[in-house]
């Protein structure tokens, strides 16, 4: 950043913990008698120290000292991060919360450019476009870069970024859809259990584990996968100038990021560092200064979120008991 906003920062700062400690020691210690007097400097370091947090706020918000933005997309992608009634899968960051970052990361006139962090093995189809979405509508540079895995979905989000960026050991791909279902039907037969239809509309109750599945409900579920496919392929071939068929000719495999690098299903490879260099030169600055964007969530939903995560601890064991058994849907 500027030298002369860094110091315009400190004399801020500066200033209001000298305006505070005067008016803290002036209230506290000078006027008062007896208990005030004895607790007045405890009470004038106390506002010495608000002096300093509100006085950082306001140098912050003034000059602050990031120009590029970044968001995380870890884990699955769902609309509102989490899985089931009980936690089968650790918690990913909802998309909603995503969107919501870039927008602001968007609004911010501080940042100039964008950086999409993806570990994710992929998820939800339409939480997975919004935030391709998003990325789209950024003004200014974005990157997307890859850790450890930029799986479907994940590769959806990529697809609406400038560039992809990946390490050498990154898995990348599995650009295909797949939908899922148990059948129940031989097991509910076997412990006495029938199924009972009451719907309206012939495909109302297609995928239900507890039936078999005839042949035009299957032909209709395969139906729904293949045009998210479709449009899957579209994505990609248009966000990162791909040829369709090429991008069919994958068949949902996953590549290390090296060879994802020589199939050109990924931009460039390098490290975060080498990510930061870059751009700081088509930022035509010496260096920058990175902002990770989090989720705006009141106390209790931070409390919630932690809860959440132990009780996943716990539940790990026995998840494989809590999945859901209807017909799922997912990149």
Not at 77 to 83: A, Q, S
Not at 154 to 171: Q, V
Request: proline share 4%.
């Amino acid at each position: 950043m500027v030298d002369s906003e860094r110091i315009e920062r400190l004399l801020i700062v500066v200033v209001g913990v000298v305006a505070f400690a005067a008016a803290g020691f002036a209230l506290f210690v000078v006027y008062p008698d007896s208990l005030a007097e004895l607790l007045g400097v405890l009470v004038a370091l106390a506002v010495a120290a608000l002096g300093v947090r509100f006085s950082s706020n306001i140098a912050a918000s003034l000059y602050p000292d990031y120009d590029v933005a970044e968001v995380a997309v870890e884990g699955p992608i769902t609309r509102d991060g989490g899985g089931g009634s009980l936690p089968s899968s650790p918690r990913g960051t909802p998309a909603d919360d995503i969107v919501d970052q870039i927008d602001r990361a968007d609004e911010d006139d501080s940042v100039d450019a964008l950086l999409v962090k993806l570990n994710t093995p992929g998820g939800e189809v339409v939480p997975s476009d919004d935030i391709r979405l998003a990325a789209e509508r950024f003004d200014g540079p974005t990157i997307a870069y890859a850790t450890d895995v930029c799986a479907s979905g994940g590769y959806w989000i990529a697809s609406g970024c400038d560039e992809l960026w990946a390490r050498e050991g990154s898995i990348v791909g599995s650009i295909g859809v797949i939908g899922s279902r148990v059948n129940a039907s031989d097991l509910a037969e076997r412990v006495g259990l029938s199924y009972e239809r009451f719907a309206a509309g012939d495909y109302k109750d297609a995928g239900t584990p507890l039936k078999e599945m005839d042949e035009d409900e299957r032909a209709y579920l395969q139906g729904l996968i293949d045009d998210y496919y479709d449009t899957f392929v579209e994505r990609v071939s248009d966000g990162r100038d791909l040829d369709a068929e090429f991008v069919r000719d994958t068949e949902a495999r996953i590549y290390l990021g090296e060879q994802a690098h020589d199939l050109e299903l990924v931009d460039r490879l390098g490290t975060r560092r080498e990510i930061e260099d870059e751009l700081a030169d088509r930022l035509e600055r010496d260096e920058i200064g990175v902002e990770e964007f989090e989720p705006e969530r009141p106390l209790m939903a931070r409390v919630g979120a932690g809860a959440q995560r132990v009780a996943y601890a716990f539940g790990a064991g026995i998840s494989g008991l809590a999945e859901d058994r209807e017909f799922r849907l997912r990149t």
